[in-house]
């Protein structure tokens, strides 16, 4: 299966390509400019002070021969930044990405040095009439500054799988499952939890069946998790420290699957003694289902999939 457009890996190179297409106009005019001038410091400087402004959330603009070196002070918005001139800027993440070659680059994101923070750098040869290159012109960019120039990522809804730690995995075979507290009371707290689910405000759970805990997030106030202990779990009377609330009509997941999924959750905390359910989630606004087994391993797949027992997740296991 394909899943190229629903990857946060294609979201990062959509939103690259936009910022590329941005700034590469921009910047060769700055280098066609700079090529009169670019055995005087003090010319490109001026030059750069004249254009930083058509360069969109550019920080700090610089030139480099073809070795790296700066040739220019560092320019930016507020003027003359005159500590890094004659700067060796070879092994800069950026660099290592430029060849003799190259017309523009935009880099991969890096750390910068002074500010510890994360950072692009966009790259554009200066080079004469005849094509002679003469060095490089460097664009530096906060990634605060930069615009979302595409739709905010979506997670993608499909089964993925991603592997734990190897040490838990390689003892998995010399454990056993021991009823823990919330095992012996299951029927209780996953009624406790379908009501906090479907009628009190829930729409994001965690539960930790081996350590006898959940972890909730609610409508109204979402940025805020709530943990519910063991003694929480099992008094239904929790229930009324969360107001009524409608279920949401734009939730994926359909108010009756909530019941068989937490079911689901309990055929599989039950289903070996040694390959077992550890924890289980559901979001009822991505309509994903996260699970993490005594082997470390987690799975995440839409709750349509996590239903349906003909799915290949269930013959996996």
């Not at 190179?13 to 400019?33: F, G, V």
């Not at 073809?66 to 950026?94: C, M, V, W």
């Amino acid at each position: 299966m394909n899943h190229s457009e629903t990857t946060l890996q294609q979201s990062i190179r959509l939103q690259r390509e936009a910022l590329s297409d941005s700034l590469q106009k921009p910047l060769k005019d700055i280098a066609d400019q700079c090529v009169l001038v670019w055995d005087d410091r003090n010319k490109i400087n001026d030059v750069f002070m004249q254009t930083i402004d058509s360069v969109p959330n550019c920080k700090y603009l610089y030139a480099m021969d073809t070795i790296a070196i700066q040739l220019s002070d560092n320019i930016s918005h507020e003027g003359i930044i005159n500590t890094d001139y004659k700067r060796d800027r070879f092994s800069r993440p950026y660099m290592k990405e430029t060849t003799l070659d190259t017309e523009f680059l935009l880099s991969e994101a890096y750390i910068s040095l002074r500010v510890k923070r994360p950072s692009l750098t966009a790259i554009q040869s200066v080079r004469t009439n005849e094509g002679e290159l003469l060095g490089f012109i460097g664009a530096d960019f906060d990634l605060r500054d930069m615009p979302l120039t595409r739709e905010l990522y979506e997670e993608p809804r499909y089964w993925r799988q991603i592997k734990g730690d190897p040490s838990i995995r390689g003892t998995v075979f010399h454990q056993t499952r021991s009823d823990s507290m919330m095992d012996q009371k299951l029927e209780i707290i996953l009624s406790v939890i379908e009501e906090l689910i479907t009628d009190r405000g829930i729409f994001h759970v965690i539960l930790h069946f081996s350590s006898n805990r959940a972890i909730i997030w609610l409508i109204n106030d979402p940025f805020r998790y709530r943990l519910l202990d063991i003694d929480e779990l099992t008094d239904p009377d929790i229930c009324l420290a969360y107001p009524r609330r409608k279920y949401p009509d734009d939730a994926i997941v359909p108010v009756e699957k909530i019941r068989p999924i937490l079911d689901g959750f309990k055929k599989l905390r039950f289903m070996d003694e040694m390959f077992y359910l550890r924890s289980g989630t559901v979001n009822i606004f991505n309509g994903i289902v996260g699970l993490t087994f005594s082997c470390d391993g987690s799975h995440y797949l839409p709750h349509e999939e996590f239903l349906d027992h003909e799915h290949s997740f269930w013959t996996s296991l």
